[in-house]
T-cell receptor, first 114, second 114 residues
């Protein structure tokens, strides 16, 4: 069964509003979480990495004030897209890993900003 | 920084035939992992196969096998007896030992024809 649950699977929001995406590990302690962004027919681009208990590390070119990442616990990470605009429309995927465990991907969230 | 190159944007194969996807990478590391991931239309990332760089033996998982050439920094994926369910985008990925961050190639879209 799935070990990572990502919600919502798809969301439509109005321009200027904020959207929160959750990623939960179901049966292991996720010490490190990664958030990726993927445009259609393109590769996954790493946005940020978060380790439990510390602030997220953002990749170059990713606005940390726009994409808020909270690694709230060892089982939950959230990505909030603040003041979303149509160019933020994309597919967002989380990837979680723990100590001495495999890494697992979430199912992804398709965000459409209208 | 590591770069992963997949030079074939698209490939088509007849059902039951064999197809080989190429992947090259650039790194100064001596210990690392290489992966092939499958992303079907559902967009769920699925691990196909993993290779540890210190192992000379090529990894195999049922119909999927790799040709790992460490000196040439090449890591190709062979899909034998292709099935319609193999239709997906395939990503080659690199991970440094001790670091859970993945570097992805651009991806190859594989279409299996009936």
């Amino acid at each position: 069964g799935a070990v990572v649950s990502q919600h919502p699977s798809w969301v439509i929001c109005k321009s200027g509003t904020s959207v929160k995406i959750e990623c939960r590990s179901l049966d292991f302690q996720a010490t490190t979480m990664f958030w990726y962004r993927q445009f259609p027919k393109q590769s996954l681009m790493l946005m940020a990495t978060s380790n439990e208990g510390s602030k997220a590390t953002y990749e170059q070119g990713v606005e940390k004030d726009k994409f808020l990442i909270n690694h709230a616990s060892l089982t939950l990470s959230t990505l909030t897209v603040t003041s979303a605009h149509p160019e933020d429309s994309s597919f967002y995927i989380c990837r979680l890993t723990g100590v001495n465990t495999e890494a697992f991907f979430g199912q992804g969230t398709r965000l459409t900003v209208v | 920084a590591q770069t992963v190159t997949q030079s074939q944007p698209e490939m088509s194969v007849q059902e039951a035939e064999t197809v080989t996807l190429s992947c090259t990478y650039d790194t100064s590391e001596s210990n690392y992992y290489l992966f092939w991931y499958k992303q079907p239309p559902s967009r769920q990332m699925i691990l196909v196969i993993r290779q540890e760089a210190y192992k000379q033996q090529n990894a195999t998982e049922n119909r999927f096998s790799v040709n790992f050439q460490k000196a040439a920094k090449s890591f190709s994926l062979k899909i034998s007896d292709s099935q319609l369910g193999d239709t997906a985008m395939y990503f080659c990925a690199f991970m440094k030992l001790g670091d859970y961050k993945l570097s992805f190639g651009a991806g190859t879209t594989v279409t299996v024809r009936a």
